[in-house]
């Protein structure tokens, strides 16, 4: 007599994509922090010249935008394994993704105006100028993604319980929280904070740099992956949010210290930036996954 082996109900067979989406994921953010290092690497190269936005500036934003727009296809299918019923129960997962989130909103704000009060009061300069280009950062930063957040209309996932991830709606993220997916302000914060700090400690205490890049870097891309299990933002947010936080936290400080003598600096820090040239940075970008 034949037995028949076959398991009723069992699951279907994982698609190649589907197995290997988080690891691209994880590679897309991760691009953030390389090329982010090696745009304000330090070079034997001085600039010339008081410009702030270079060649490799656009070679890095067309790497963004490409990113994000190769995400879209994976939102859906990294929206479902993130969240699935395994994942959601697990309370590790849960605190873990929560007290993330938090360090970064509020939590970005209140260190960065510690670390600038501890330094105007202690006289400590360099601490004081991180504390306040941070801060600056991140509020810059954070107004333009709540900008585009705000005209895209982006539903979020949880809105369609992961099914419609081009859902968007014209200027719809404007009275809707709901429609504010687009991109990231979370991950816009924490990828803000983590390429100024990097960006100013390199400059200020170069040797410390080795393992600053990675700790703030490594953070940023946790907060990234957390608003994506939380189900509030999808992947191409994600990416998105992490290339405008990066460019600006850059920005913001090789302008500073290209010109140590700008209105925001004269009025809130004590003591003027040190005019340190901001050094040009050779450029890659890691494509292979």
């Not at 190769?70 to 299918?77: G, Q, R, S, V």
């Not at 816009?188 to 700090?197: D, L, P, R, Y």
Request: charged share 15%; with cysteine.
């Amino acid at each position: 007599m034949k037995c028949d082996t076959r398991i009723s109900g069992a699951l279907p067979a994982r698609s190649p994509l589907m197995r290997h989406s988080r690891f691209v994921l994880l590679a897309a953010l991760t691009i953030s922090a390389i090329d982010a290092g090696s745009l304000s690497a330090q070079t034997t190269a001085a600039l010339d010249n008081k410009s702030l936005f270079t060649r490799n500036d656009a070679i890095l934003a067309a790497a963004f935008a490409g990113l994000t727009v190769a995400m879209f296809p994976l939102d859906k299918e990294l929206a479902e394994t993130l969240n699935n019923r395994v994942s959601k129960t697990n309370r590790f997962l849960n605190r873990a993704a929560t007290g993330v989130e938090v360090i970064t909103d509020p939590g970005s704000l209140v260190i960065g105006a510690a670390l600038y009060t501890y330094g105007r009061v202690a006289h400590k300069t360099n601490i004081e100028a991180l504390g306040w280009h941070g801060t600056e950062s991140i509020i810059l930063a954070g107004t333009t993604t709540w900008i585009l957040k705000s005209i895209a209309g982006r539903a979020r996932p949880y809105v369609s319980k992961d099914t419609s991830p081009a859902d968007f709606q014209l200027l719809g993220g404007f009275m809707n929280g709901d429609r504010q997916s687009f991109p990231s302000g979370h991950t816009t914060t924490a990828f803000a904070a983590a390429s100024a700090v990097t960006s100013q400690v390199r400059i200020i205490w170069p040797g410390h740099t080795w393992f600053v890049a990675p700790a703030m870097y490594g953070g940023a891309t946790l907060v990234g992956l957390s608003r994506m299990y939380h189900d509030k933002h999808w992947a191409s947010d994600v990416v998105l949010g992490a290339a405008i936080g990066t460019f600006t936290g850059i920005k913001v400080i090789r302008y500073t210290h290209e010109h140590p003598n700008n209105r925001w600096d004269r009025a809130v820090l004590k003591n003027k930036v040190s005019g340190t040239p901001i050094p040009v940075a050779t450029f890659r970008i890691p494509l292979s996954f």
